[in-house]
């Protein structure tokens, strides 16, 4: 510790002490010797192709797996955003699954720009029934996986190097096998998944691949998919880019192999493996809507497509009603999207607290000004917002629960409350000063205040005042020779009165009125709006008053509506020295 020139103490830097936590069992993954590598500095120009696995990866892993009706609806719903390769189950596994693939085919529910997959292990009973199931489909893709990680040969297979790549090609004879005897009239494709390939050696991953290649025999019009999956997220996104494009490098046949990512999320880093893994060369995606999948789940799909869509880059998956999206997995998957997830969450595109709300307000006015002079909508302009990276119309979502007030808003926050839902423009200084009365709403009633409980406390503050002074009639309001003159019917505390007054307007006349009845009013600010456009329209008055004179006088702001606006700006004098002396 050390003392400023000012004599105050600095600060020591904080020291975190040693965690009780047995890290110690854990070891970092080595770095890929990848010196030149090239994905650092490449761009993301274009979408990838995307495979949506949440028929597959993402209902394998659910509490209670989807049933046939539920699977129809969230086959329907990915067809609708723009799937073109939709993984549909694991056929071989259950009648369940088998009998979905076969609803498919049979009842002609696969449009004509779309492929279905289906998942098998490299067992020949489960080949030939996973072939089947793919009978009669216009095409169709099968997908094969082996482990090929070397704790997954010892410990799970119980097999050498040799014999592991002996299950991957034995498994693709097997496949071309069926399909030739099941699959003749199918356009039939291949993928193949050396599995838990990031915790696997690279050139063993790259032999075993290209031995699989030995037999499909890629070509112009035959490619494979090689799908590179980090089944379990093991080290930062920046390794699996190297290992992406360290295999891209080394792998044959490279221009007919589509190399695809199979990303999970184990270390929450699942969307920034993705993005890496297409910077390093990849060509395709495998992943869930909202990240459903094998533990902490596959990749988001969502996320990454509005992640291209925010860089301006066209997702080519439509978005654009988020909300139904976002119903339509939860009901099939029957698990919530959490309230912050990216994009989609319920509260993503909200601002509780106070300087977030007043940028973006200020952000969302600067649009429609904006808009104005251009003579254009907002959803036409150039999408630029404080706080919010994407307009939240683009993905169905309206401005209304952009803003909401809790105990750490601000005036922004209230303002812009008072103005979408109540179509009331507070001055600034009346902002400062309704914020402050909010303020000790939602520290004693603590949760947030919604539009309609906002309204209830601004008329109870401003418009409900009736004593000492009630604006009964204004009986005559006259202009000639640049002078006002006003008479009034006002009640003072209970007793009717008749006042007159003279001034420069209105507002300065009926000030001089009240002074006959004791009442020293200085108007220190004025603001008037139309609230609607019509002939019906209503007008708001807003008026800040110095009420009373020297040290006992009080400066308060007063607001009323009317259908006239003279009157409107009488009544929200009359507010303003009800709040000042009531
Ligand atoms: C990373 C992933 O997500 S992979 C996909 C995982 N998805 C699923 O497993 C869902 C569907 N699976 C199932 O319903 C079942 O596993 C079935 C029906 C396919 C097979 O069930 P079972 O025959 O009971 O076998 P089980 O799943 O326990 O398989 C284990 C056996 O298969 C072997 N095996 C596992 N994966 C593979 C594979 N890809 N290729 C060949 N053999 C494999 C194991 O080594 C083990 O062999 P062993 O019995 O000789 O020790
Ligand atoms: C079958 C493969 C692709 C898989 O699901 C994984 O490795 O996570």
Redesign the pocket.
Known sequence: MSTTPFGTRTQSVPTQTTSPMPYGRYRAFPPIDLPDRTWPAARITHAPRWLSTDLR?GN?ALIDPMTPARKHKMFALLVKMGYKEIEVG?P???QTDFDFVRQLVERDLIPDDVTISV?T???ED?IERTAESLAGARAGTIH????VAPLFRRV??KVDRDECVN?ATR?TELVMKYAEQHLGDVEFGYEYSP?IFTSAELDFSVEVCNAVMEVWQPGPGREIVLNL?A?VEVATPNVYADQIEWFSRHVDHREHVAISLHPHNDRGTATAATELGLMAGADRVEGCLFGHG?RTGNVDLVTLGMNLFSQGIDPKIDFSDIDEIRRTVEYCTGLPVHPRHPYAGDLVYTAFSGSHQDAIKKGLEDLDRKAAAAGVPVAELDWEAPYLPIDPHDVGRSYEAVIRVNSQSGKGGVAYIMKSEHQLELPRRLQIEFSRTVQTHTDGEGGEIGPERLWEIFSAEYLGRTTPLRLTEVVSASSAGGRDSITARVQDRGTERTVSGEGNGPVSSFVDALSGLGYHVRVLDYAEHALSAGGDALAAAYVECEVGQGDNSVVAWGVATDANIVTASLKAVISAVDRAIG
């Open positions: 990866d394998q694991f071989s596994a259950s998942l292990q490299a067992r489960l094969l996986y082996n482990a799970v297979f299950i498994g599995e999956p089944t094998e």
